[in-house]
């Protein structure tokens, strides 16, 4: 069955420093790679999206996420955090096909704190 | 278009009540989706519907969740004899093509006593 991992639970970086936010997944074929953005009480919001061609994508607000086959991987970066970016961020993916699960397979989810 | 609304925003209820939660998607969208929340995890898939067909049921769906979408448009989730690990977020989303972006709405947090 497929999966989504995200291996860090909880990050904290201080306003200005780099973020990589980590993503590894568990599919028979390449699927379809998703990175939504959750604010209290707010809904999820998609930073970004891969289907094909250049594996590095750039998302809103500044963020971006590089496709890595070969390690089943799509981590999020971001060169500068903004403590308005403390959230939790979601990695997900669907199945390519016409025939597959079409509903999205999310990650438990990262929390990102912001120190000022 | 205002996006995916969802209503009510919060319920509480006792175990044994029945509710009813309603969303109305983005209005061109074809296909809607139901996913659940709890605290700590990421959300997780319930039913899928393209019009008003609905296409696939997670086995997290038991016999005492219902949704339907009669007319293509809004959608209902009852969910019959609330039990407390009922408690959760529901989230409807909806999506105008397949593997497009799916647009969530704000959620139902229901609270199950």
């Known amino acids: 069955a497929q999966s989504v991992t995200q291996p860090d639970i909880h990050i904290t970086v201080s306003e200005g420093a780099s973020l990589e936010l980590r993503c590894n997944y568990s599919y028979g074929a390449t699927p379809y790679l998703f990175w939504y953005v959750q604010s209290p009480g707010q809904g999820l919001q998609l930073l970004l999206k891969y289907f094909s061609g250049d594996t590095l994508v750039q998302g809103i607000k500044g963020f971006e996420a590089e496709f890595k086959r070969s390690q089943s991987s799509f981590n999020l970066r971001k060169p500068s955090v903004h403590w308005s970016d403390a959230a939790e961020y979601f990695c997900?993916?669907?199945?390519?096909?016409?025939?597959?699960?079409?509903?999205?397979?999310f990650g438990s989810g990262t929390r990102l704190q912001v120190q000022p | 278009d205002t996006g995916v609304s969802q209503n009510p925003r919060h319920k509480i209820t006792k175990r044994g009540q029945n509710v009813t939660f309603r969303c109305d998607p983005i209005s061109e969208h074809n296909r809607l989706y139901w996913y659940r929340q709890t605290l700590g995890q990421g959300p997780e898939f319930l039913t899928y519907?393209?019009?008003?067909?609905?296409?696939?049921k997670s086995r997290l769906l038991s016999d005492r969740f219902s949704a339907e979408r009669p007319k293509g448009s809004f959608s209902t989730l009852e969910i019959q004899r609330t039990e407390q690990g009922d408690s959760a977020m529901y989230l409807c989303?909806?999506?105008?093509?397949?593997?497009?972006?799916?647009?969530f709405g704000p959620g139902t947090r229901l609270t199950v006593l």
């Open positions: 989303a909806s999506s105008g093509r397949w593997g497009d972006e799916q647009f």
């Open positions: 519907f393209q019009n008003e067909a609905q296409l696939e």
């Open positions: 997900a993916v669907v199945h390519p096909g016409d025939t597959g699960r079409r509903a999205l397979t």
